[in-house]
Structures are given as C-alpha cells and as structure tokens.
C-alpha cells in the first residue's frame, strides 16, 4: 500500500466555495452554461425575452450557425507567450474586442440590470450601451460607472423634441457615443413574448406567474428593489405603450439622421445596417462607425446575416472611407465568434444575450464571468491561431464553410 507521505504530492484537495453563486459561476465555463444557469433561475417570460427572437427565428439560428461554420487557419511556429487584446474604438483604447450591446428591461431579467452591465463593463475597460428601453436612468448608469466609457442607444422619435431631451441628458451625464438604431419602423413578432403574456406595458398571464413561484430569489430582488424606472421615462407621464408609439416611426430618412447628427457633440454609430448600399450611403454621410445587424433575429426574420456581409462592407466602406469603422453584433456566444468575426475585417464587436445569460446567472458578478469566460477565449484563440495582437488577424485565418451562401434568385429562365 502506497504511504501517505507519498500520496500527498500526487493529490491536491480542491478548497471548498462556501458561496453557491460563486460554486455555480466557477462551473460555468462557457456562455452556453451561463445560458442553462440562467434558464433555471429566470421566469419564462423574463428568459425568453431575452433569448428568444422573431416570428420562426432563423435569423438567429442563421447568425449562429454562421459563426459555427467558421474553420479557423492557424500559423505555427509563432512567439505567443504575449498577446495584447487592446485596440482603438472611436478614438479611445478599449480592452477587448467586444463591448456589451444595449438591451431593454433589463431589471427584469435580474434586480441589478444595468448597473451590473456598466459597472462590470468599465472594471474591465470595455464600452456599455445604454438601451432608451433600459431600466435605469441615464443619470443613474453614469453615477454607477462614472469612469466608465458609455454610449446611448436611441430609437428615431416622430416627436423629435422628446428625442432630443434624451440627446441631451446622456450628453449633460458624459455619454460619449450616440448608438442610433434604424431597423425598428416597427416592433418584430416576438411570439415568445405573446405567447407568455410579456407585452409592453407587462400584462403577465396566470401561467407566467406560477412559473416565476419557484424560483424566489428573483422574486424577492424583484419586490424588494426599486420598482422598474426606464431610461426614457423620466423626464414626462405616459405609459411604455404610449412611449412605444413615439419612438418607432416608420416615417424616419437619412435627413432625420442627419438632423441628429449635427446636434450630438460626440461619435455616432448606425446600428442595424443589413445592406452594403446602405453601409456605403451612411460612410458618406460622415458617421463614424456602422453596426452591422439584424437585432438579434428579433425584428425581420430571414434578415442578412451580419457575419456574411461583413467582408463586403468593410471593402466598400474603406474603399472611400478608411476612417469609418466597421462594427458587427447578432450571434455571437464565445470568444472564438469575436476572433473570427474580427479576423472577418470587424473593427468591433457587441454582445447582448451573452451579457444577459450572465447577469441572469449571477448579477454583477455573472457579468464578469461573462467577460473573463470572453476574454480568455478571445486569448487562447489568438494563441492557437500564432497572432499576438488584433492588427495581425486577416481574412487568411477564417474559411467560411459552404452552407449558406449568399446570392441573388435567378429568377425565371
């Protein structure tokens, strides 16, 4: 029998976590983990409003699966013990590739909502986005996170006086992008939330509720925070469906754009380009980055992939001009999607579910789980793939598979 003196530099005992949030977030090694903490922690209605799409969600399986038929070619032989994930955003050095990306009701996924987003985000020197459908105040987030670097995202109003005071508050509170989101003329089909009753004012259905009962720790968050406040409703009464009439107008050109435009003293991005038409129109009117993306699959379904239109919009935008980036969000759930999605000729990138799941999982401290789980991907990938800093990722490490190759119906013959 082996002796126990000999035993004992072939065994290490693991040291036991008294927390069980921190057991259940330490197991986590993946945003697909988050996601299952997440699920058993949440109320239907609140999990699928997050993880769920529009009408049959293609375009998020789609977006997905884009990413899934990347093939990765690494170069050997490179001096890794360094790399360096930094790059220049709008002017300023972020830490990482990706940012978190504006969501709405985030309170209700979990209590500590957006200030766990902008807090986590700016400890590890990344940007946050502020939804207008956010549960926070803009004065409340920048508070929260005064060293943080935030940006405003803002649905074009038809009452454009009501647009500009929310303008003008996230510039008054340091907000130094504005994040205009044009692929909303109207609201997509979410048949999650109609499904479980999650309509906007919430009208919850009997179902939902007694779904919600056994899970108390986001009830007791729930009934014993601060009661929802959205980030645009501060400043005048009405109800978020009255809000919602204001805000999606089907009315909205390039003119309005440019009306916004010249009264924001900071960058702007466009956020939902889908064609390169558009993405070219936009570099000419001088803003200083597009977002390529379909919203996550929750507004048109069937929507352009945003990853397979990257490469063709970066070469029509820099071939006039190289100063606009080009950023990209929709699908993406590991570090691996940000590598190749930057190796694709994104500048930069936007998670949103991702930050969700981790914030359902955990608040606070599952959002940083999220970034530590993101940044050791984006890391070890760069590794693997004998890069040592951003700048050296090309079109000549990432294949993408043929499964779903864009063209044009041929028509009738």
Do not use: C
């Not at 999650?192 to 939902?208: A, E, F, K, Q």
């Amino acid at each position: 029998m082996p002796k126990r003196h000999d035993l004992a530099p072939l065994l290490r005992f693991k040291k036991p976590t008294m927390s069980p949030k921190q057991r259940r977030l330490a197991a986590a090694l993946t945003i697909e983990d988050l996601r299952r903490i997440a699920k058993r922690r949440t109320p239907k209605a609140a999990f699928d409003y997050t993880d769920g799409a529009a009408d049959g969600e293609v375009s998020l399986a789609r977006a997905r699966q884009a990413f899934g038929d990347v093939e990765f070619r690494p170069a050997i032989l490179r001096d890794v013990s360094t790399v360096d994930t930094s790059r220049e955003v709008l002017g300023q050095r972020v830490a990482l590739p990706f940012g978190i990306a504006p969501t709405g009701f985030t309170r209700m996924m979990q209590a500590e909502g957006e200030v766990a987003g902008a807090t986590a985000a700016a400890a590890a020197g990344i940007p946050f986005s502020l939804s207008t459908m956010g549960t926070t105040s803009i004065e409340d987030v920048a508070a929260a996170a005064p060293a943080g670097r935030n940006s405003f995202q803002l649905y074009m109003w038809k009452d454009r006086d009501r647009s500009m005071a929310l303008v003008d508050r996230a510039a008054k509170a340091g907000y130094d992008t504005l994040l205009v989101t044009v692929d909303v003329p109207v609201a997509g089909e979410r048949l999650r939330d109609v499904r479980n009753g999650m309509t906007i004012p919430p009208t919850l259905s009997p179902r939902t509720v007694v779904n919600a009962i056994p899970r108390p720790t986001w009830w007791i968050n729930f009934l014993t925070t601060e009661p929802l406040a959205f980030a645009s409703l501060d400043a005048w009464s009405g109800t978020v469906a009255d809000l919602l009439d204001t805000m999606f107008d089907p009315t909205v050109t390039y003119d309005d754009l440019a009306w916004i435009k010249d009264q924001w003293p900071g960058k702007v991005v466009v956020k939902g380009v889908q064609t390169v038409d558009d993405a070219r129109r936009l570099a000419d009117a001088g803003v200083d980055a597009v977002l390529l993306s379909n919203h996550g699959g929750r507004q048109l379904d069937r929507a352009p992939i945003p990853f397979h239109l990257l490469p063709e919009v970066v070469a029509a935008v820099g071939a006039h001009h190289p100063h606009v980036e080009v950023h990209l969000d929709t699908g993406i759930m590991s570090g691996q999607d940000i590598v190749a999605a930057v190796a694709h000729g994104a500048h930069f990138t936007l998670i949103g579910r991702a930050y969700l799941y981790g914030l359902m999982a955990g608040g606070r401290d599952g959002v940083d789980r999220t970034i530590e789980i993101l940044r050791g991907q984006v890391e070890r990938t760069m590794r693997l793939l004998g890069v040592r800093t951003l700048d050296e990722l090309t079109p000549d490490h990432v294949v993408q598979l043929r499964r779903l190759v864009p063209g044009r119906w041929p028509g009738p013959t």
